[in-house]
């Protein structure tokens, strides 16, 4: 059972470049999202997805793109990264409306 | 003014102890949600409800919804209870019923 997963779990960048970060799961999930959690904030939205070919802005979405080509897949792009963007990212799926999410581990990116 | 407080922000333990933790909220909301993120940092879900009690386990977590309020109760606390509690919420309509996350509560137990 692999759940959520999410890769890589550790990046450093610096100020500028661009990637992606790469979420997956296995459970047949439409609604899937992306969170960025900060030291005494609570995790905030940044792009979701209620299915193939379906995205929307969350709270926070400035500098980040995503795209859902299909079911399984729900990749981050950082445009061109900034330090503001040091944070750990969450990526969460689940089923119907009324399902309890599931996340990955995190990533923990750091831009220099 | 955040939608989703908890409290407390900290709380330190001795094994064997009773816990709550809680959580207040603003909006209407359709289900309310306890999280557990542990040191390694993933985020595991514990509690899914929209009214009246659930218990697995040692813990236990009750909600109001006439008071926006629910409470989440670790009993015989024990250090590998150590770990973050997030309170989110799922709010009716809107985008998609998204959750609106608490800040946290950091619980340490000591043996």
């Known amino acids: 059972n692999a759940g959520v997963t999410q890769t890589p779990k550790f990046q450093v960048l610096k100020t500028g470049q661009s990637m992606t970060l790469q979420c997956a799961q296995d459970?047949?999930?439409?609604?899937m999202s992306w969170y960025r959690q900060d030291p005494g904030m609570g995790l905030r939205l940044i792009h979701y997805s209620v299915g193939a070919g379906i995205t929307d802005q969350g709270e926070v979405p400035n500098g980040y793109n995503v795209s859902r080509s299909t079911t399984e897949d729900f990749p981050l792009r950082l445009l061109s990264a900034a330090p503001s963007q040091t944070s750990v990212y969450f990526c969460?799926?689940?089923?119907?409306?009324?399902?309890?999410?599931?996340f990955g581990d995190g990533t923990r990116l750091s831009i220099l | 003014k955040n939608e989703v407080e908890q409290s407390p922000q900290n709380l330190t333990a001795q094994e064997g102890e009773f816990i709550t933790i809680n959580c207040s909220y603003s909006v209407g909301i359709s289900a309310l949600h306890w999280l557990q993120q542990h040191p390694g940092g993933g985020i595991v879900s514990l509690f899914m409800?929209?009214?009246g009690k659930k218990k697995h386990g040692r813990l236990i977590a009750t909600i109001n919804i006439q008071e926006k309020h629910s409470s989440l109760h670790i009993t015989a606390s024990h250090p590998r209870d150590s770990a973050v509690y997030i309170c989110a919420v799922r709010t009716h309509g809107g985008s998609q019923g998204n959750l609106i996350f608490g800040k946290g509560t950091k619980l340490s137990v000591k043996p």
């Open positions: 409800l929209s009214s």
């Open positions: 459970m047949n999930h439409e609604y």
């Open positions: 969460a799926s689940r089923g119907g409306s009324n399902q309890p999410q599931h």
